[in-house]
């Protein structure tokens, strides 16, 4: 109900408001100077305008069209924009094919992955990770439900970044890995059945924003903790940020178990490791160590963090570090007696401003650093970081981009391709001429394409591997404007396709496709490398398989059963079975077809049950039967003919007495 003597405030005002903390920040680099108008050059090619009309422009619905996606706005140097609809290059795939890549969707916090095709774009499934699906069980059936708990018990994730595991620099097809920021988790998914089997809660960190496995192979998981906080967090220090930190962790890509951390100064951001097996580069932010956005805001550098992982390893080794619930951390602020001799553990490169991403390059010479604040990306050279005394010193490149650049992704053929959150734009850019160019040139642009509106992250076809594709690029942008139908205030996301055509071709938007917010990133794999099973191989888990012949009731306690049951087409093993008021019922369930994409859906809905079970699966679930009565159970997949006539009962008896 709206209290009519509460002031609301106008839309404008807001819009406003935002503006001038925008201007404060970016002021600070850009040093803009005001035009005869009274606006504000931005330093962009060919672009002068009011800066209050154009923050309105990309904050007010639909207004974005008039100025993002306006090429006349770029007309000048630095690559022409381009509108494009789609008109040239097909990505339809015929009923009966196939898409040539997996594309992995991180979910946001709905805390699932979704598996999109490529070129089509079309959702071929999505993958519970850090949430409870009830169509397929996850996180009711006993063994989803404990890895939910064991990992924090938590309700929701805010699922990240996806990172799949590598042998010899590129995708092997076993698992991938994906972070939840919110609850400092990181989650194994296994590609054979594109089903979560591991989630580990890693300890001392509140949040994990950046994920990478450490290339060319996968021999850790690495986890960005983004959140200063107090070591231990047990109430100590609560008001000092001074004696906050945040912490790098490392995970054991086999047992999911954290082997080490090392503390940091400032927050720390999103990662990505080079070729080699040596660095792990990480954004960060706050070099202030404030908490308030002025604060964070204050400083026109802070310092992107280039992790020694083998010397790291030999620190460890060498008992240099304290124990924190179990866990080493080791010291790796600036001021660290292991950051003073010939080898520092972890280099502190300062880069304009709040760099929000780290991309390395598939030749794994360069790290690409955006700025976010700043309208650069630095270049960092790997190869002089471990000879240069000063870090700094291998900064080889900072190509002046546009407005907001979050992140770089590449096509394989010396290109990188910009995310512009503020300009609205992917801009392709020579990597060599950017080394070569002096620093802020434009030169080394070569295209605007124009996007809508905002986009976050910028992935190109297997562009983290070290022989990507190139063919086509996503663009993920976080708002959808006039774009579609409109369906309430919450608009889905937009997920744009973009054709590159291996990088010698002009960029052309082909496709816009909503999304449910708010996707984060995603990878992609071509289909050759990935082998999902068609069926369950009843050798890869440990649930014993259920026969017709072994179906039936055991009592295993004075108020306990274990109901064995199979199901095929039409039928359950058990038409009926009976229990007692108050028993804990243990129902194991196999599928016993040998054929793709029959399943069967085992349902009680007046005890909370309700899951999947694939072809040579077995699945189990526990719970009580506290209330006498007949209780049906039903298939709640459609699968057959007589799906409908698909039931059995189960027969609760009430208590004695």
Sequence with gaps: MHDDTAEVRDPTDVVDEYEEALDSVLSDVDAPEPDDDGGVSLGLPGLSLNRRDFVKAGVAAGAMGAVAGCSS???????????????????????????????????????????????????????????????????????????LEDSGGYSWGDNHHPNLSETDGDYDGEYLYVNDKANGRIARVNLTYFETDAITDVPNMQAIHGCTVLSPDTKYVFGNGEFRAPLPNDGRDLDDPDSYTALFAAVDPESMETQWQVKVDGNLDINDSGKEGRWVIASAYNSEEATSIQGMTRDDRDDVKAFDIPAIEQAVENGNYEEVNGIPIVDGTKESPLNQGDRPIVKYIPTPKSPHCVEVEPNGDYAMVAGKLSPTVTIIDLNKLPEVEDPADAVVGRPRVGLGPLHTTFDGNGHAYTSLFIDSQAVKWDIEAAVEAEEGSEEPIIERQDVHYNPGHIQALEAMTTDPDGEWLVSLNKLSKDRFLPV????????????????????????DHPAYPEPHDCVFAHKDKID????????????????????????????????????????????????????????????????QDIIHGVAIPEHDINYAVAPQDTREVTFTADEPGVYWI??????????????SRMLVEPAEG
């Design 634 to 647: 039903y298939c709640t997949f459609f699968c057959s003919a007589l799906h409908l006539e698909m039931r």
């Design 532 to 595: 999902a099973k068609k069926v369950y191989d009843p050798e890869d888990y440990e649930e014993t398989y259920i026969t017709e012949e072994a179906s039936g009731v055991e009592r295993t306690g004075e108020n306990s059963v274990h109901v064995k049951m199979t199901t095929k087409r039409s039928e359950y093993g058990l038409p009926d079975f009976t229990v007692q008021e108050g028993d804990e019922v243990r129902l194991t369930t196999t599928n016993i077809e040998g054929i």
């Design 488 to 511: 309430g205030p919450i608009m889905p996301d937009n997920d744009q396709l973009i054709h590159i055509g291996q990088g010698e071709k002009e960029m052309e938007l082909v496709a």
């Design 73 to 147: 706005l770029n007309g000048g140097g630095g690559g022409q924009a381009t509108e494009s609809g789609g008109g040239g290059v097909d990505h339809s795939v015929a009923p009966g094919e196939h898409d040539e890549y997996y594309g992995f969707w991180s979910g946001g916090h709905s805390g699932e992955l979704r598996v999109i095709g490529i070129p089509s774009m079309r959702e071929l499934t999505r993958i519970p990770v850090f949430n409870t699906d009830c169509a397929s069980g996850y996180g009711y059936t006993d063994d989803t439900k404990q890895l």
